[in-house]
């Protein structure tokens, strides 16, 4: 299927051929009709990925304040890699979408209806069931393909809370703009239009709005003051999109004592507050479609909210500008300023250097089901390297995978042959890049294949134990990012399929730290060790929201088995001896403390009678060393800082050593791996210490649940 994509960091528009993608429960899977391209965001989007490396800095302090942390702790090399990864991620564009229902992802939609949703521009979308609206029969698709704009539009008037008979001003006559003066016409109100377009202001016109030509001079000052006879507007909505100031404090000179501003476009928001005293203005940013915007609850597990509590929701928004258009009240029909089919794209995405483009709509000739639900591409990339073993597939191909383990088996002579993902975009986008001969959204076309003999998984930490079994029911060697699993349970049935399968393929977690060089330098040393050991290991983490998915305990598992599992392998493997025990503890409850969990220390003990701490700290600062590793043993002690120093203090024959870049033994990892697949060789780390981690982790985390 053909879908557009733009390339962040140079601004280019693609129509690429993507797999389709994954079903998935609670999702509507949908073949579209039309999609509107949003003259606003879109361009603004293009515009910033057209911006050299420094103007894009400026138009995102924030981010340029995460890059100089990220330098401080992982140095500049590296900082300058992930940089790079990020904005050679693939964007998906387009958020406004018509098409019928080919699978309804177990929803009590049926198959066949035309819905809206904020899909992307593409032939087929997968969209979450509270993001899409049913289309009354009435309603075309071109008009339908508005509706996420129109309630844009709408959320903004909800919250001016404007009523009959009241004078509104609405700055910025764009799309959302127009139909926001349709809705407010049709709640009774009076309203005054700004903008620079004179096309645009005649539009306006006809929707029943005066206007301001500001292209010709016009005073919007006085014009809203006649326009109020005198009094001052009711409110004002800006639909804009500058870098100025000057509409916030043109609104607020505008206003009547008490008046109301919101905020729906893009301005510049130096606000001053001689404009906003005197009068008691209210000011507010809205966001987006309405209430359930950017809530994973609501959006992706599709908990919807009483009714009775948020009447008007982003999709019952949806539902009540469709209706708007079924009774006559909205039209959608004159914002219609360019038409393609999706073959086209490009072509339109041209159309948005022209300013006084309007609704720019993709249509999209009907195609056969079957070529459009095809779930494998071949890349027709030539790849050079050896065939045999460690012919690898990759199962997801998020930010890690693609940024460091897909670079780093191909270093080590593994060959790329396909990479799996849910979406497909990202499997096309670095499947071409880093040499891989087929991108899919479907897992068994890697598992059923004959030349694949080798899977990495680096998908969502929940999917990881299921994706484990099936590869090694399938006697495939399997790499996985950590963690193995997130209970005991899908531990104890990894172990099972593992020790059942009749070729006993390697099965390795990624815990690269054993690979650093510094650790291995460390291992040497205290393999010479006959006594006990006793060691401290910090990570000084981090703060991570509680609402990201890694902190979800049925999704990521949480950071003690999401990260700290790291630390439990790297303790035990420079032990040299099988965990007994642990005890672990975290911090209190207290106000606004909402993740307690990645806040603890852990004590392990070994068989052996060494002992070791681990502290994970999320709450810690930048200006200390990220990752510190301390050995005492032998009247010496060892320390790593951030795995660049190695500190040798009273170690004798040993002295310290400083890398020139951090390495947390990432290479050597994927390097051991492919070496034992390549050679038959056992695997870099031992099977039942991978099966003892996993379950050691999986009881602390628990532990510290209680």
């Known amino acids: 299927m053909k879908q557009v994509l733009q390339n962040i960091s140079n601004g280019e528009t693609l129509l690429e051929d993507i797999p389709c993608p994954q079903e998935k429960k609670g999702n509507l899977l949908i073949a579209t009709r039309s999609s509107l391209l949003s003259a606003g965001t879109e361009r603004m989007l293009i515009d910033f990925g057209k911006a050299n490396f420094i103007d894009k800095a400026?138009?995102?302090?924030?981010?340029?304040?995460?890059?100089?942390?990220?330098?401080?702790?992982?140095?500049?090399?590296?900082?300058?890699?992930?940089?790079?990864?990020?904005?050679?991620?693939?964007?998906?564009?387009g958020y406004c979408n018509v098409g019928s229902i080919i699978h309804n992802g177990e929803t009590s939609?049926?198959?066949?209806?035309?819905?809206?949703?904020?899909?992307?521009?593409?032939e087929v979308v997968r969209v979450p069931k509270n993001l899409c609206a049913k289309i009354p029969d009435n309603v075309d698709d071109q008009s339908a393909s508005f509706t996420v704009i129109g309630a844009i539009a709408l959320q903004g008037i909800r919250l001016a809370k404007p009523t009959l008979g009241e004078c509104v001003v609405v700055t910025g006559l764009g799309l959302i703009g127009l139909i926001t003066i349709q809705l407010l016409r049709a709640n009774g109100c009076r309203v005054l239009g700004l903008d620079f377009d004179s096309a645009k202001c005649e539009l306006a016109k006809q929707f029943g709005a005066e206007v301001v030509d500001l292209s010709k001079g016009e005073d919007p000052i006085k014009a809203a003051e006649s326009f109020?006879?005198?009094?001052?507007?009711?409110?004002?909505?800006?639909t804009a999109s500058t870098k100025s100031n000057?509409?916030?404090?043109?609104?607020?000179?505008?206003?009547?004592?008490?008046?109301?501003?919101?905020?729906?476009?893009?301005?510049?928001?130096?606000?001053?507050?001689?404009?906003?005293?005197?009068k008691e203005l209210t000011f507010q940013v809205s966001c987006s479609y309405g209430p359930g915007r950017y809530d994973a609850d609501y959006e992706d597990k599709g908990n919807d909210y009483p009714v009775g509590y948020v009447r008007w929701t982003e999709q019952r928004n949806f539902e009540a500008?469709?209706?708007?258009?079924?009774?006559?009240?909205?039209?959608?029909?004159?914002?219609i300023s360019h038409q393609f089919d999706i073959d086209n794209a490009l072509e339109a995405y041209k159309t948005l250097e022209d300013k006084s483009s309007l609704g720019i709509l993709l249509n999209y000739p009907n195609h056969e089901k079957d070529a459009l639900l095809e779930r494998n591409v071949a890349l027709n990339v030539e790849n050079t390297r050896a065939k045999g073993k460690a012919e690898c597939a990759f199962i997801g191909a998020g930010n890690y995978a693609s940024r460091v383990l897909m670079p780093a088996f191909a270093k080590s002579g593994a060959s790329l042959n396909t990479v799996v993902t849910s979406g497909g975009v990202t499997a096309v986008h670095h499947g071409k890049k880093l040499g891989f001969k087929n991108a899919s959204t479907d897992m068994n076309d890697?598992?059923?294949?004959?030349?694949?003999?080798?899977?990495?998984?680096?998908?969502?930490?929940?999917?990881?134990?299921?994706?484990?079994?099936?590869?090694?029911?399938?006697g495939k060697h399997v790499f996985v990012e950590k963690p193995l699993a997130l209970n005991e349970a899908d531990v104890d049935s990894i172990e099972s399929a593992y020790l059942k399968s009749a070729t006993k393929p390697i099965l390795m977690v990624g815990y690269n730290r054993r690979f650093a060089p510094n650790v291995i330098k460390m291992k040497e040393l205290l393999d010479r060790v006959k006594t006990p050991k006793t060691f401290i290991m910090t990570m000084n983490a981090g703060d991570i929201p509680a609402d990201h998915w890694t902190q979800d305990t049925e999704v990521g598992g949480g950071?003690?088995?999401?990260?700290?599992?790291?630390?439990?392998?790297?303790?035990?493997?420079?032990?040299?001896?099988?965990?007994?025990?642990?005890?672990?503890?975290?911090?209190?409850?207290?106000?606004?403390?909402?993740?307690?969990?990645?806040?603890?220390?852990?004590?392990?003990?070994?068989?052996?009678g060494s002992i070791g701490t681990i502290h994970y700290f999320a709450n810690g600062g930048k200006a200390f060393p990220k990752e510190r590793i301390?050995?005492?043993a032998d009247d010496a002690v060892l320390q790593i800082d951030n795995f660049r120093k190695l500190n040798v203090f009273g170690w004798k024959g040993a002295s310290n050593e400083k890398l020139r870049a951090q390495d947390k033994g990432q290479s050597n990892c994927t390097k051991a791996f492919v070496e034992s697949v390549k050679e038959s060789k056992p695997s870099p780390i031992a099977f039942s210490e991978v099966i003892e981690v996993a379950r050691i982790t999986c009881q602390i985390a628990e532990a510290l649940r209680k």
Request: hydrophobic share 40%; aromatic share 4%; with cysteine.
């Open 228 to 238: 109020s006879r005198g009094r001052g507007v009711d409110a004002v909505i800006i």
């Open 321 to 335: 500008v469709l209706d708007l258009m079924s009774s006559g009240v909205l039209d959608m029909k004159p914002l």
């Open 559 to 608: 950071r003690i088995i999401g990260e700290a599992c790291h630390y439990v392998d790297l303790m035990r493997f420079l032990a040299g001896s099988k965990i007994t025990g642990f005890s672990a503890t975290c911090i209190g409850d207290s106000p606004g403390v909402a993740i307690k969990e990645d806040k603890a220390s852990i004590t392990l003990t070994f068989e052996d």
């Open 58 to 93: 400026r138009q995102q302090p924030d981010k340029v304040k995460m890059v100089l942390n990220k330098v401080k702790t992982d140095g500049l090399l590296p900082t300058i890699d992930a940089v790079k990864s990020k904005l050679d991620q693939p964007l998906t564009l």
């Open 446 to 474: 890697a598992l059923n294949s004959e030349e694949v003999d080798t899977v990495v998984i680096a998908t969502q930490h929940n999917l990881h134990a299921d994706q484990i079994i099936k590869s090694i029911n399938k």
């Open 630 to 632: 301390e050995v005492f």
């Open 246 to 278: 000057e509409p916030v404090s043109q609104a607020a000179t505008m206003c009547r004592k008490r008046g109301r501003i919101v905020l729906v476009g893009v301005v510049g928001l130096e606000l001053s507050r001689a404009d906003f005293f005197a």
């Open 109 to 122: 939609f049926e198959v066949g209806t035309r819905v809206v949703s904020n899909g992307n521009h593409a």
